[in-house]
């Protein structure tokens, strides 16, 4: 109980690690090599600064993340300003000042510096993407970027980082982690002109990092200067109507406007200093290669009526898929030396359209829309106590309320939905309570023929105060002691609900019992209704993460080593059963909660250790061990109990169901390599690493005593381990003759017993016998990807630089950035028959989908005028518009064709041959091959997909080519 109400107490003060970095170096004679004692370093910009030892050397801690201009001064000496050095957080950048005497030409002497090819201070595999690098690379979004570095697959918006799940991956803006506690994946993300650095970890991080079984993504935003800066961008493909031919693609209706200031808010006061970044993208439609339909008078011959629809969609969009969202991000500095306040707020608002197929076109003004409301909050106080040390403590709040589908009349009264007397009001007929109105049925589909009300509803909030104390001490030149506490208490909230028949209930059930009524809500934090509520069975999820950290990190010339231990508690407020092979359930048949147990936190002690071992200034070998642990998706573990009741008595197949108890999942990881730099521009590392991965998650059936109250039923439970392996290999190419470039490559093997929590789901469902046999199959996951790589490739002019035509150089300040993507396809089953139970014809994954390659191209121009600088743009992704085929038919290895009409539709299409044609001329047989290309995707009686059940069409491939011109005004 002490140790919870102390973890409790430590909520008060944050959740967030160091954002900071390291910078040393000597200064010495430029002629003789002397070190010069006392000598003064400056960062302009900055009241950071620092002087010699003894030895002529300087250690300056608690520098923010950013390009500095850094000042020599040592008197009867010429001041020296090195421009262009990079500090990044977390890391140590090192330095050399070499002074000359005052007899040199120049009182002041300036040199750029060039960016280290490698770090000898980094023991993991660590990759820093600067504010520049952002600027010039055609991606925006942070998984983008990030996307790019080895060890990397992605899929969509998900990461998976090697051989991990995609909720193995921690997000970090400015220090707080931002993930979504329910689903994984980053809840917030910064505006990407407001970014100053984004820094990935694939494996090793340090004891201060929690929360990541598989990768670290950490982004830091940019902050007021001494000087006022402004800047103003618009990028949109906005350039023609939806579906009509745009550089040989089609216009998405994408737009985004982004603004940023920052400087002192004072002029004449530099000591406080603002950044602010705002910005506003709306998309019509997601891109994709979507099918349209042009089927006026659509009649089956098959069907004793002369009845008709006409099936109508337009192409190159899906229809009612909108989205807007506006964001609004800064953050407020005060240097009140030896203390610093900064306050970061960030909030966000997003609106927009689910989405209408082909088949349900028709009621396109009933598509449910989606809401997000997001504010997140930190404030950071750093206290300087001398040169040496420092400690941090941040505040941090975060609040997420998001409606994930909601009817656009209705909204949140949810009885409505389905009454028939309320939607006749508005002109929408139902054939009763709950009964949408007649579809249309042809050539096995059913269309839709006019609007109904959308009958889903679902909502969710997530809050979260928390917080940490960071405190780090540099003992002499070599060792950096740290060591630090955090917490975090979640207060999570659900309510979803089937909404259809909400209306029939009320008015079937006598007693009007609300769980009768609202029969299938998932609920916890909400009433039945959708009410607040705050105890007894409807009361809010409230899991503390908490945790401690001791590391020291030892810097030598010749080795580094970084040495720590973590302490994590895992609190998820979840329960067990006494008995889950005989569950008792009260009057109500919900589950009787004097049957569970409370889990009990989870304790876990977790080693790191780091080494570098520069061998030359130019050759290091670097290694790591570490364990690390994760509590898995907390979806996983939470329902509410009226409708964890449902998955329990209900006797039904359920692939998503819950875990009971569920214990974190665990992961111990190697790494070896070794970097080297050949000459002074091209460098590259190689990576090996090794990864055991236990207590991921599984599907299972439990099943029931002779006498239960219930049947056998599904249950999510710690069932799967993978082991993962693999190399990574970096190249980089420092800006040589205008050139710029790097190569990343990963090899990677993933195989485990189950690819996601409902792996198992078809072996249970599908199984020949009552009960189940899972034998421990080791396979590669589904996710995997042997071969994944990229070129990036950046070509730019300088100022006044290029070739001369009458008088001018056209091509200053112009640069072309290429990205060049390339992966080995998704592992899959192939399978023979249709419909729900198609047999498996060869070994678990032993098929892959094709290989994929995408290009990518920026184009910009700088113009000067005056004190303004213009950027114009063309980005285009997807240059070649190539088709990449993420999900096949596993039943034909095919994108486009499952084989069904040569199998068992076979039949049927010659059912259609016969019928002749309509009376537009149109062959059934023609009509019907076109409605299984455009529908059949979405139904697993023409075919399974790779991806598992059906899916459409645009989504068995990557997106298409998208071409948008943007402009850029700095001032």
Not at 505 to 511: H, M
């Amino acid at each position: 109980m002490f140790f919870r109400i102390l973890l409790l107490t430590l909520s008060l003060v944050v959740y967030g690690f160091s954002q900071t970095g390291k910078l040393v170096g000597s200064v010495t004679d430029f002629e003789t090599g002397e070190p010069l004692v006392g000598a003064n370093i400056l960062l302009d910009g900055t009241y950071l600064g620092g002087a010699t030892d003894i030895n002529g050397e300087f250690i300056i801690l608690n520098i923010p993340p950013g390009t500095y201009n850094i000042k020599g001064l040592y008197v009867g000496y010429s001041d020296l300003v090195v421009e262009n050095v990079q500090i990044s957080s977390n890391l140590t950048t090192q330095i050399s000042l070499k002074l000359r005497p005052d007899s040199f030409e120049s009182d002041v002497i300036t040199i750029v510096a060039e960016r280290p090819l490698i770090n000898k201070n980094i023991t993991n595999s660590t990759s820093v993407i600067t504010s520049a690098d952002i600027e010039n690379f055609p991606a925006r979004s942070v998984t983008n970027i990030v996307a790019q570095e080895a060890g990397i697959v992605q899929q969509g918006n998900n990461l998976f980082v090697r051989g991990s799940r995609n909720d193995a991956v921690a997000y970090y803006v400015d220090g707080v982690l931002v993930n979504n506690p329910l689903s994984g994946g980053s809840q917030t993300s910064l505006i990407s002109n407001a970014i100053e650095e984004v820094q990935f970890q694939a494996g090793g991080y340090t004891a201060e990092f929690s929360g990541a079984n598989g990768g670290i993504v950490s982004s830091t935003s940019k902050v007021g200067g001494e000087n006022y800066k402004f800047n103003v961008e618009l990028i949109s493909d906005n350039f023609v109507a939806r579906g009509e031919n745009y550089f040989g693609g089609n216009s998405f209706g994408y737009s985004e406007y982004i603004f940023t200031a920052g400087g002192p808010v004072i002029p004449s006061f530099k000591k406080l200093r603002f950044f602010i970044a705002a910005n506003n993208s709306y998309q019509d439609t997601p891109p994709g290669f979507y099918k349209s339909i042009n089927l006026p008078e659509l009649r089956d011959p098959t069907v004793n009526n002369d009845k008709t629809i006409d099936l109508v969609y337009p192409k190159g969009q899906r229809a009612n898929a909108w989205q807007n969202t506006y964001n609004i991000q800064g953050n407020l500095t005060y240097n009140l030396s030896p203390v610093t306040i900064r306050l970061n707020t960030s909030m966000r608002f997003s609106e927009g359209e689910n989405g209408k197929g082909i088949t349900n076109f028709a009621a396109r003004d009933r598509t449910s829309i989606n809401e997000s409301q997001r504010i997140t909050s930190s404030l950071k106080l750093t206290h300087v106590i001398n040169s040496k040390s420092f400690y941090d403590v941040i505040v941090n709040y975060f609040n997420d309320f998001t409606i994930e589908q909601m009817d656009p009349i209705f909204k949140h009264n949810t009885f409505a939905y389905g009454d028939s007397i309320q939607n006749a009001n508005l002109g929408y007929v139902l054939d009763g309570d709950g009964d949408p109105t007649n579809t249309f049925k042809a050539y096995g589909f059913a269309f839709l023929e006019s609007s109904r009300p959308n009958f889903g509803y679902a909502k969710q909030r997530v809050e979260l105060l928390g917080g940490k104390l960071n405190f780090l001490f540099q003992a002499g030149k070599h060792h950096e002691f740290k060591f630090g506490a955090e917490a975090n208490t979640y207060t999570i909230r659900r309510y979803a609900v089937g909404a259809r028949n909400i209306a029939l209930n009320a008015r079937a059930v006598a007693d009007g019992e609300l769980y009768d009524i609202y029969n299938g809500v998932n609920n916890y934090g909400y009433d039945p209704v959708g009410n607040l509520a705050e105890s007894g069975i409807e009361a809010p999820k409230k899991p503390v993460y908490a945790g401690a950290y001791v590391q020291d990190k030892l810097e030598y010339e010749d080795l580094v080593l970084t040495a720590g231990i973590r302490l994590d508690y895992i609190d998820i407020d979840d329960f067990k059963f006494k008995n889950p092979n005989n569950i008792k359930f009260d009057n109500n048949d919900i589950i009787d909660v004097a049957e569970t147990i409370n889990i009990d936190p989870y304790v876990f002690l977790s080693p790191r250790l780091g080494f570098s071992f520069p061998v030359t200034d130019k050759t290091i070998f670097h290694a790591q061990f570490g364990k690390f642990v994760q509590q898995s998706k907390l979806r996983d573990s939470y329902l509410g109990l009226a409708n964890a009741s449902t998955v329990i008595k209900g006797g039904l197949a359920y692939s998503n169901p819950i875990g009971f108890g569920l214990k974190p999942e665990r992961t111990t990881q190697y790494d070896i390599g070794f970097k080297q730099q050949l000459g002074e521009n091209f460098s590259f590392d190689i990576t090996a690493y090794y990864k055991d991965i236990k207590d991921q998650i599984q599907l299972r059936q439990v099943f029931a005593e002779p006498g239960a109250a219930h049947g056998s039923y599904y249950a999510f439970v710690n069932g799967d381990f993978a082991t993962t392996k693999g190399i990574d290999i970096k190249l980089n190419l420092r800006r040589t003759n205008r050139l710029q470039g790097s190569v990343n490559y990963s090899f990677a093997s993933a195989r485990g017993t189950g690819s996601n929590p409902s792996s198992a789901f078809r072996q249970i469902w599908g199984r020949p016998t009552a009960e189940p046999f899972f034998p421990q199959q080791v396979s590669d996951v589904t996710f995997n990807q042997d071969h994944v790589g990229s070129v990036n490739l950046d070509y730019r002019f300088a100022d006044n630089d290029g070739m001369e035509i009458l008088g001018s150089k056209p091509l200053s300040q112009m640069g072309f950035n290429l990205l060049f993507r390339f992966n080995s396809g998704n592992k899959y089953t192939k399978a023979d028959g249709f419909g729900r139970w198609p047999r498996p014809s060869e070994a678990l994954n032993s098929s892959s989908t094709p290989w994929q390659n995408t290009l990518d191209l920026r184009v910009d121009k700088t113009f000067k005028l005056g004190p303004l600088s213009a950027n114009v743009y063309l980005w285009v992704t997807n240059l070649l518009n190539r088709k990449n085929v993420q999900a096949v038919f596993i039943q034909s290895g095919n994108v486009e064709d499952s084989g069904y009409l040569d199998a068992e539709g076979q039949a049927r299409l010659e059912t259609y041959q016969k019928a002749g044609t309509d009376n537009l001329g149109r062959s059934y047989a023609d009509i019907y091959k076109e409605l299984i290309s455009a529908l059949g995707y979405g139904d697993t009686a023409f075919g399974t997909t790779s991806s598992g059940g059906g899916g459409s069409y645009a989504s068995m491939f990557g997106p298409p080519r998208q071409v948008r011109f943007g402009l850029r005004l700095n001032f």
